[in-house]
């Protein structure tokens, strides 16, 4: 099946859940209207990066190929699920856009500006966001336990999403602490430090996790389950890296955000960690000054990109990428997994690592 | 059994909870045990009303009194929620304390400065907020799954759950969004508006959801869930005008608030629309550029205390808290609950409505 396939059968199912969802919601009165369709819109677009691994996972263990109504409805609630992650993300970041649209705090602010209200439109913005992600969680439960529903795999599945939900937002956390611990931690702990962060909101929750959730749904065993753990982990590991790769290095007419996004937003990615180690004193304190600092400029942007690059960090990441994609490949062929769940997993993990947006 | 009993059971609950939770979070490492502190740290006191309704909600459905784990697991989890509620409402209300402790935002920026980390503190605790109140939430679900597993009626109490986070959270947006759309809504409506947002923060979410949470678990009949709700609805809408009028003229001293909380922080609540429509246009006007002011003086508040009362609007609230109080009494005397039962009920409606805190 192709990505699109999942992509459009997610996408339906998030239609008639949003219609049924708006159906039911004329008691709330307009104004709530205005906040659901605001939710609403944040789940359009997207890689559907999540659902697609998920798809994946169920294969490999086994469920047949045009799934099951529990299957995209586990898939739908990933989206969800990462939907509101990001409403929660960007306005953590100050992130003035997603997926070629305004943040939902910043269309939360418009709507208050259209609408002629009194007060704080920001402020607004920022306060509406926080319960708009609250609330697009609790539509990701929703679609969880309607899929689940009397499913003979619940409960395996069940206890793998809460878990996943747990690292996420523990990760999410650790990454926003290095913001700020970076400069009480040893140094020669950066690089592990990045990378820790790196395997709980990224590697476990993007790949390896929705893989071990559809796998879960089609009862799998341990050894597949194994498996795919094996293998997702370390491809998540790449994308992270590639990631972090395209945040300082990134073309923007590609990745849609801005040249050097990473740096102004001051991300302690496993890249700036291997950067840093390898430069000069006074170089390091450059680098220390100029991270995180939203108002640099595209020439001190591309001053810094030179800085990283000379250090040799970005041929280094490259090798851990290409070390993690044969760890990954170790896993699958040692694996007993069929050979069409060998291929449909060896180019799903291609398209996340070797992406350029 | 005492109300004591019931939050001691919870308490107990929520005990073993947190050390498995930190038990089993040691590959997060340790600044991740700093943030699961924080969030452990907010769960400690407060009324637990939502618990002990749910256990009286159980007691009229039939269940034993003595509960059983799934009922303590229940009321848990409903506890953890409403912290999680707590920490994303003191965020977006800029509160600094809470049960007599700082907001986990402002506890979250001492650890900040504690740690002697770098950056701004204030803002690493907003953000840090958003996401510990996101662990919360996954918590309580957690909470919740644990005490459903294979539970005769987990599909009902899981489906009534689900509402009830549905309607805090848009009540919760509809909340925040009168304080914005108070000047452009026609003035005939803001007491319905305010009414509105009562009934689905707090006269569902507070009372009416959490007994008929505990009924459900128990297997209740119909009837008995609609008497509940009978009682439970006009329960939760006295409460919460309780808590106006103590937003407005509560006693510092006993609510460990400010004088005038509510005048600070703007809330359009049903006690100022009736004041408000009650006004000659000049105390209109001085009310709504004072309404909202976090920074009015306590000459200031005394002298808005004065203009709401003279206009006979705190009169008109206690009526209707009467009112209420007299519907949810019908509810019950007309009801088949038992005589035990509606003791019970009525005792902690008392709590609930009668309250100086």
Redesign the interface.
């Known amino acids: 099946m192709p990505s699109s396939h999942v992509a459009d059968a997610v996408a339906a199912r998030l239609d008639v859940f949003i219609a049924r969802i708006l159906d039911g ?1 004329t008691e ?2 307009p ?2 209207t205005l ?2 369709d605001a939710a609403a819109a944040t789940l359009h677009g997207g890689k559907r990066l999540r659902a697609r691994f998920c798809h994946a996972g169920w294969l490999a263990a086994g469920g047949p190929e045009h799934g099951t109504d529990a299957l995209w409805g586990l898939g739908a609630a990933l989206e969800v699920f990462q939907s509101a992650a990001l409403v ?1 993300d960007d ?2 970041d100050n992130s003035d856009t997603r997926r070629g649209r305004p943040a939902a705090h910043r269309a939360l602010e418009s709507l ?1 500006r259209d ?5 704080d439109a920001e402020s ?1 913005g920022r ?2 966001a ?6 697009l ?3 990701s ?2 679609m969880l ?1 309607a899929a689940l ?2 499913h003979p795999h619940a ?1 395996m599945t ?1 206890e793998e999403y ?1 878990r996943m ?2 690292d996420v ?2 990760g ?3 990454d ?2 290095e ?6 931690a040893p140094a020669d702990t950066l690089l592990d ?1 990045a990378l ?1 962060v790196a395997s ?1 909101k990224s590697a476990r929750y993007s790949v390896e996790q929705p893989l071990v959730l559809g796998a879960s749904l089609a009862g799998a065993d341990p050894a597949t389950l194994a498996a795919l753990r094996g293998f997702g982990h370390p491809v998540g590991m790449a994308f992270q890296l590639r990631d972090d790769v395209l945040g300082v290095f990134g073309d923007p007419a590609v990745t849609g955000k801005p040249a050097g996004d990473d740096l102004r937003e001051g991300k302690r990615t496993a890249l700036i960690a291997i950067a840093r180690g390898r430069l000069s004193d006074a170089d390091r304190a450059t680098l220390d000054a100029a991270i ?1 600092d939203a108002g640099l400029s595209p020439t001190e942007v591309t001053a810094l990109q030179q800085l990283v690059r000379d250090t040799g960090a970005l041929e280094r990441v490259e090798e851990m990428i290409d070390d993690y994609s044969a760890q990954a490949e170790t896993a699958l062929t040692g694996s007993a997994l069929s050979g069409t769940a060998i291929d449909q997993l060896r180019e799903l993990a291609s398209a996340a690592v070797a992406r350029r947006a």
């Open positions: 919601s709330y009165g104004d709530a906040f659901l929660h306005l953590i208050h609408a002629g209200w009194q007060g607004f306060s509406s926080v319960l708009l992600g609250d609330l969680v609790a539509w439960d929703d336990e529903a009397e409960a069940r809460a939900r747990r937002t523990v999410q956390m650790l926003i602490t913001e700020s611990a970076w400069s009480t430090r820790r709980f995180g």
